[in-house]
């Protein structure tokens, strides 16, 4: 069975980093893309970044100019590059495997199990 595992959470102050990273396998990569995701306590979860095959890049407004995704294509791993972090970035962060859906659009249909980033003023 196909595993993502987070990693690269914990906790900050105001202003800090963090780096997030999810290895993968042979098979993700199969997919259209991968991305990741954030749900905030009392929310839904939501789109952070996403970076398709083709290496088009996509952010949520909220992350844009901070935060950086990238994958490492040798490694096989996926990476979010979180700068200048604020508290309103606390939530749990989900790595999530892309995959076109009937109507061929790119979706997030594997998931990992999540890792805790917490930024404190």
């Known amino acids: 069975q196909v595993q993502l595992r987070e990693s690269g959470g914990g906790s900050v102050q105001t202003g800090g980093s963090l780096k997030l990273s999810c290895p993968t396998s042979?098979?993700?990569?199969?997919?259209?893309?991968m991305g990741w995701y954030r749900q905030r306590p009392g929310t839904e979860r939501e789109l952070v970044s996403t970076i398709l095959t083709d290496g088009t890049t996509n952010y949520a407004d909220s992350v844009k100019g901070r935060f950086t995704i990238s994958q490492d294509n040798a490694k096989k791993t996926l990476y979010l590059q979180m700068n200048s972090l604020k508290t309103e970035d606390t939530a749990v962060y989900y790595c999530?495997?892309?995959?076109?859906?009937?109507?061929?659009?790119?979706?997030?249909?594997?998931w990992g199990q999540g890792t805790q980033v917490t930024v404190s003023s």
């Open positions: 042979e098979y993700i990569f199969s997919g259209c893309g």
């Open positions: 999530a495997v892309l995959f076109e859906d009937s109507s061929l659009t790119c979706t997030p249909q594997l």
